[in-house]
């Protein structure tokens, strides 16, 4: 019912920037929550970043004041400003979803929705 399609990865020098953006589609009444995460090799998948469709965000330590994330409540779409990028934020990045409420419905999805991933690379 619900798609997550990510874009905007690449390869990057360090100290350079990128802009990925996830776009939801299907019967989407509403989201609460968007966010961020980014899984590199050999390690878990971890939050990076998340925001409510009021606007609250949270951030991973490792990217605060590197990383904003943003949305467009209109669009069903979360961007994600990565600036100061470093080769330790090389990763797999991946789009979730939660609190989805289907048109039609009152109550939100029980289960979250993910994107298939976008790589970045950022190495010199």
């Known amino acids: 019912q619900v798609q997550l399609v990510e874009s905007g990865g690449g390869l990057v020098q360090p100290g350079g920037s990128l802009r990925l953006s996830c776009a939801a589609s299907?019967?989407?009444?509403?989201?609460?929550?968007m966010g961020w995460y980014r899984q590199a090799p050999g390690k878990q998948r971890e939050l990076v970043a998340g925001i409510t469709s009021g606007g609250r965000t949270n951030y991973a330590d490792s990217v605060k004041g590197r990383f904003t994330i943003s949305r467009d409540n209109a669009k069903n779409t979360v961007y994600l400003q990565m600036n100061r990028l470093k080769p330790e934020d090389t990763a797999v990045y991946y789009c979730?979803?939660?609190?989805?409420?289907?048109?039609?419905?009152?109550?939100?999805?029980?289960?979250?929705?993910w994107g298939q991933g976008t790589q970045v690379t950022v190495s010199s």
């Open positions: 299907g019967s989407i009444f509403s989201i609460y929550y």
């Open positions: 979730n979803t939660e609190g989805v409420i289907i048109i039609g419905t009152k109550t939100p999805q029980p289960d979250d929705y």
